[in-house]
């Protein structure tokens, strides 16, 4: 690999009709940049040099064009398309709004293209070939994203809220109007994901990937036009306890599945004809992206904590020879590992130092048992095992979303504070994904309560085994975790010694009223309705209720361009810290949400983050007792640039 050309970010995406050529999401100094890679020759070349990265590219079916968005600081942007082999970007699809990105899809068969712009409250499907002009499809109020497009351009699939009345709308491109309606909601709840049009039926009736949730399950299923929605019900192979996701997967009925559970995942080859599937053969840890190439073979990103991620190569006909795409021996064979059903408040399981990560460090798991189940955490603790450097000072990186979860995976920042000196807590509270629909929706619309209770029970549990100690523990989070710190450190004030917030929600309904559509969908149905129709709830969700029981220190990092989590409801927040003298600092940074489109005003942010944690944490615990009497240490679980989650 040459010219500057570094690791990948995303799992390579295949032209659909020409397997030898393939777009790449690769770090090229520092930033996201699209890559062409010809895999005849093996040369990869940078297609962009987007000053803020791109995170978003496909590939023409025929390989001829590569696309991508070309977003603004706050999202804003449009589809550009250059050739494979370079040359000048111009617009994808002519007549086409700048607006957010609501979705891509091309049609192998025809080389039709659909997209989905989300302009002010509105989202617009437009439908065109490639260079030339589209034409608007429909249009609808609020958030919906092209998820799928039929070959010979025949339907147009679009997904909303996957609870929603119409969580999945296939559309008739060449009238514009709906041809039908699948809700996401039956009699007990539930679910609708949309995941794609079956390829290779080119005159049959199209059909469309769907994941349904039903009775605290999740199943793989799909509709077929005029019969509607067809499974193999409760009790088969393609019924999941927790989160999947899939693809189609060859001719056939057959798909690609991922499945989440307990931070780390698996990949299962699925029959919906016959109700079975086959589990592939991939080293213990998570998948974070997979795709399949036009040869059948699945090309995975792979990793696990303190081993950065790496690509494999699986062959499904012949699960035996899975191979890395970078390491020609074959991949350990995943060790299976059970978590329920333990007895006792909790349980931890340690595997020592783990592969590529600080020499010396711990890594272990812990289960901490509560009334309404058990809270998962990966706990990372800095090298020696000598009595004398227990306990150690404490950072919890707490996720976002709140609907994804920290993982068995590499993380950068657990790294660097474990070398530190720190011990690091990754949480999965309630709401996180992975461990059912009850963990991720059972908390009775009590939005940051609930998850700052599984916090506070991990606090204890740490304290309890020796691991941390009160007067030395603080929180650090991005986005939806930043929005927890922040609840946190009013809420809880005796518990955290120090709080480091990037891109929060300081005040919810203000939020609410500035952000997207998307999340805007995303808060109904965390709260059960608007600020209007349960204002009670955003009051207590809020962190600005709780302001005047902060008692810092605090650390707010944010970007005047940020979209998803604004800026003047955290300006307003300081102002509130300002009036009351709370120890604070503050740092505002550009590249809107994404941490990827600022990489050096992150680093910095985060160099000073941590330098901040440490002149907090590292008083002697008496000291910190009498500077905050009667404050009880503690820690929180933080990470993952995983914002405030859109459908």
Excluded at 498 to 516: E, H, I, K, N, S
Excluded at 593 to 608: E, N, T
Excluded at 609 to 618: F, G, K, N, Q
Aim: glycine share 14%; hydrophobic share 35%.
């Amino acid at each position: 690999m040459s010219g500057g050309i570094g690791t990948a970010v995303h799992v390579p995406s295949f032209a659909a009709r020409d397997g030898r050529r393939a777009v790449e999401t690769r770090y090229v100094d520092g930033l996201p940049q699209i890559v062409a890679w010809d895999l005849t020759t093996g040369q990869r070349r940078q297609a962009t040099t987007a000053p803020l990265g791109v995170e978003t590219a496909a590939i023409e079916p025929d390989g001829h064009g590569l696309w991508w968005f070309d977003a603004a600081p706050g999202g804003q942007g449009r589809w550009l398309r250059g050739p494979f082999g370079g040359g000048h970007p111009r617009p994808a699809l002519d007549g086409v709004p700048a607006g957010r990105m609501h979705g891509l899809a091309f049609d192998p068969r025809s080389g039709l293209a659909a997209v989905g712009v989300g302009v002010a409250d509105r989202s617009r499907y437009y439908l065109g070939r490639p260079g030339e002009r589209a034409r608007l499809v429909a249009e609808e109020p609020g958030y919906a994203a092209v998820v799928g497009l039929a070959p010979g351009g025949r339907l147009l699939a679009t997904a909303g809220c996957p609870a929603g009345e119409a969580a999945v709308r296939p559309w008739s491109p060449a009238s514009g109007v709906l041809v039908d309606a699948i809700p996401g909601a039956a009699g007990d709840g539930g679910a609708v994901w949309a995941l794609g049009f079956r390829p290779d039926l080119t005159t049959a009736r199209p059909e469309l990937l769907l994941v349904l949730e039903r009775a605290g399950r999740y199943t793989l299923a799909f509709w077929r036009q005029g019969e509607g929605i067809r499974t193999h019900g409760p009790g088969s192979a393609l019924d999941f306890d927790t989160e999947i996701t899939a693809c189609w997967y060859g001719p056939g009925r057959t798909a690609l599945v991922q499945q989440d559970r307990a931070g780390r995942s698996r990949l299962l080859r699925a029959d919906l004809d016959r109700g079975t599937t086959t589990v592939l053969p991939t080293p213990e840890g998570t998948i974070i992206d997979f795709s399949c190439a036009p040869d059948r073979t699945v090309h995975c990103l792979w990793s696990r904590d303190g081993e950065p991620p790496r690509p494999l190569i699986c062959h499904p006909e012949s699960p035996e020879n899975s191979e890395s795409a970078e390491h020609p021996e074959p991949p350990e064979r995943p060790a299976r590992s059970g978590h329920s059903g333990h007895s006792g408040r909790s349980t931890t399981a340690s595997r020592g130092t783990a592969p590529g990560g600080t020499t010396g460090s711990r890594r272990r798991e812990l289960w901490t048992r509560r009334p309404y189940g058990q809270i998962h955490s990966f706990v990372a603790t800095p090298p020696g095992r000598r009595a004398g450097h227990r306990p150690w000072p404490t950072v919890f990186l707490v996720h976002g979303g709140p609907h994804t979860h920290d993982r068995d995976a590499y993380d950068a920042r657990t790294e660097a504070l474990v070398r530190a000196g720190f011990a690091v807590v990754r949480t999965n509270y309630r709401g996180s994904t992975g461990y059912g629909p009850r963990w991720r929706d059972d908390f009775g619309h009590r939005v940051g309560l609930a998850q700052l209770e599984d916090l506070a029970a991990v606090r204890g549990h740490l304290i309890d085994a020796g691991v941390s100690e009160p007067g030395r523990t603080g929180l650090c989070g991005y986005s939806w975790g930043g929005y927890l710190t922040l609840l946190a450190m009013g809420v809880q004030p005796r518990l955290w010694d120090v709080g480091l917030a990037v891109a929060p929600v300081a005040d919810y309904t203000a939020a609410y009223r500035a952000t997207t559509p998307a999340l805007r969908e995303v808060d109904d149905r965390l709260f059960g309705g608007t600020p209007e129709q349960v204002p009670h709830r955003y009051r207590a969700a809020c962190p600005t209720t709780y302001v005047g029981r902060v008692r810092g220190p605090l650390f707010l990092a944010a970007s005047a361009d940020d979209e998803k989590c604004p800026p003047e409801q955290i300006e307003r927040y300081l102002a509130a810290l300002r009036r009351r003298d709370v120890p604070h600092r503050v740092r505002w940074l550009g590249g809107g949400h994404d941490v990827g489109r600022d990489p050096a005003g992150h680093a910095a942010a985060w160099a000073a983050m941590v330098r901040y944690a440490d002149d907090a944490l590292r008083a002697s615990p008496g000291t910190a007792d009498r500077r905050n009497s009667g404050r009880t240490g503690s820690h929180h679980p933080v990470h993952h640039p995983e914002e405030r989650s859109t459908p």
